[in-house]
């Protein structure tokens, strides 16, 4: 497909369990984004990758949250024992190279919902 | 740190009425500034964006002037369609962000006919 693919589109899991999110960027994107939204709040900033490595991981909550990228391509969220506070739409991005054109291409989001 | 903060929604308009959507911003240095949009069903895009002061972003007849005296960034369309329903992010970018956008809550927009 030409844009962004995320996987699942929905999620429902029952606390303590673990979750895996998946990115497919688009194809010669170097950069890759994961943001959460939360119900009623903005887009909260994760992680950033530059191809496979991860110069800003700033924004992981917590170390629950872990994140890896396969060269300039798929990209996988991890979340291990998942809290109720973890429910949100996951949100990945891709753009050509990690500057500040802010031209960032989104996904449709995961939705992940904790019980 | 740096943020955003745009109005709260719904904004709930009739066809043909105006649009503004307030944005302002707290940032360090001189920042980028963008408004998205995510269509019912569909991921954020980009609708506009300004590099630097008193530029002016315009696509889909929407149009946004950066205005560092303010630090506003407000989001205009003069006579909004049906198909203008949608939530607007309104985002910032800095120097040293490598790319990362700092985001709005976003306001939800919804045209009657």
């Known amino acids: 497909g030409a844009g962004v693919s995320q996987s699942p589109s929905n999620k429902v899991t029952e606390k303590g369990k673990d979750v895996e999110l998946r990115c497919d960027p688009i194809?010669?994107?170097?950069?890759l984004y994961w943001y959460r939204q939360r119900l009623g709040q903005g887009l909260e900033f994760l992680i950033y990758?530059?191809?496979?490595?991860?110069?800003?991981k700033s924004g992981l909550p917590s170390d629950r949250f872990s994140a890896e990228r396969t060269g300039e391509s798929v990209s996988t969220l991890t979340i291990q024992r998942t809290q109720q506070e973890d429910s949100a739409v996951y949100l990945c991005?891709?753009?050509?190279?990690?500057?500040?054109?802010?031209?960032?291409?989104f996904g449709e989001g995961s939705r992940l919902t904790v019980l | 740190g740096n943020s955003v903060t745009q109005m709260e929604g719904p904004v709930t308009l009739s066809e043909e009425a105006f649009l503004t959507i307030n944005c302002t911003y707290t940032a360090t240095g001189y920042p980028s500034l963008f408004w998205y949009v995510q269509y019912p069903g569909e991921g954020l895009q980009l609708l506009l964006k300004a590099t630097k002061a008193d530029d002016k972003g315009s696509n889909k007849g929407f149009e946004a002037t950066y205005r560092k005296e303010t630090t506003s960034f407000h989001l205009e369309k003069g006579s909004v369609q049906v198909s203008d329903s949608a939530v607007y992010f309104c985002a910032l970018s800095d120097r040293t962000s490598q790319g990362n956008l700092i985001f709005g809550k976003g306001t939800k927009l919804s045209v009657k006919p």
């Open positions: 990758f530059q191809g496979n490595s991860a110069p800003d």
């Open positions: 194809s010669g994107h170097t950069a």
């Open positions: 991005a891709s753009s050509l190279a990690g500057t500040n054109t802010g031209e960032l291409f």
